[in-house]
């Protein structure tokens, strides 16, 4: 009969996906470097790092204090110390270094009486960088604010967290739990977006709206122009995200203000902006569309940007550029900074620290 041929279907399906959970279980495999438990879900920022999250990656540690941050606990500011509050996304949290490889270490190491917070979340744009501030590092009482702005998708994330409503979650109630804990649908999950995402990136500017984000279902939604942010020429809807990322960095700058901080803004190049082979690799359609984009927009802009308000700001474009002549900087194929790419950020941020005299 019909119903039992469905049956021996869904059971053999149901045993398929039990194997394949034990498998990935087994071999401890899930799509991304890190669980979806190393992050909470928190109201004003949408999400945070678990406060007492410990887990052993490829060779290093990853251990959230308990004050929800990638480094040890602070209590009262030593007399005589500079304290700095680094905020950013997974470049400042250091995906795929250990700690002390993190530019944030290198650079308390490098320096005179320095205390160098690593306050970076992986995913995180300028809005959500404001909220943990306002909520989280105030009562850190830094001296320095350093808002590390990853041009490879902060405009983007930018104008995603303004279309999140505060209250939404990551999913709904039973995708929630099947996300957390099922890994083969993690993994079918996040396959079947790099599949759509890939898609996408055959396809020109002409062809799709700019910069082209949808949200299907909260904080990790699917960019189909990944390089949308490095166009010469914007649309409204990149218009919008440069608006939201200016008013949250002069927000971030009053704030700071306020509680007498200095901020400082560092911009950070994505991996394919720092070499011609692979920024030609990585533009959609390829060499059909270069005149569409330059690797140095982003920089442009926000170093205006930062110069109207009075905000010290530094660009690690131009020398990440010519060290990737002699060195490679980013983790392949993962794109994020390597050891050597953070001791080059701790260098040059730290020079230019001193330069305009900040810190000893």
Known sequence: MWWKRVLMAALATAFALLLGEAALRIADVHPGPYPPSLYERDEDCVYR??????????GYTVQISEQGFRDRFYGEKPPGVTRIL????????????ALDETFTKVMERMGKGLEVINAGVGG?????????FRKYGL?????????????????VDNLVFSLIRPRDERAGPLEERLFSHLRVYELLRCSLRIVRMKMNWLLGPEEQ???????????????????AQFVRRTGPKLDRAWTLTVNAIAELHEVAKENRAKLVVVSVPANFQVTTADWREALPGGATYAEYYAPDVVTLRLGLTCADMGIPFLSLLRPFQQAAAKQRLYLRPDGHLNPAGHRLAA??????????ELVP
Do not use: H
Not at 52 to 57: E, K, V
Not at 209 to 227: A, F, K, Y
């Open 49 to 58: 790092l678990s406060p007492g999250f410990r887990m052993q990656a490829r």
């Open 86 to 97: 680094v905020l950013g996304d997974s470049y400042v949290f250091g995906q795929g270094c």
């Open 124 to 132: 995180y744009g300028t809005l959500n960088e404001l909220r943990l």
């Open 139 to 155: 009562a850190l009482k830094p001296d320095i604010v350093i808002l590390c702005f990853y041009e490879g998708n902060d405009l």
């Open 209 to 227: 709206p700019l910069p082209g984000v949808t949200v299907p279902g909260g904080l990790d939604p699917t960019r189909e122009n990944p390089m």
């Open 347 to 356: 260098e040059l941020i730290l020079t230019e620290l001193r330069r305009w």
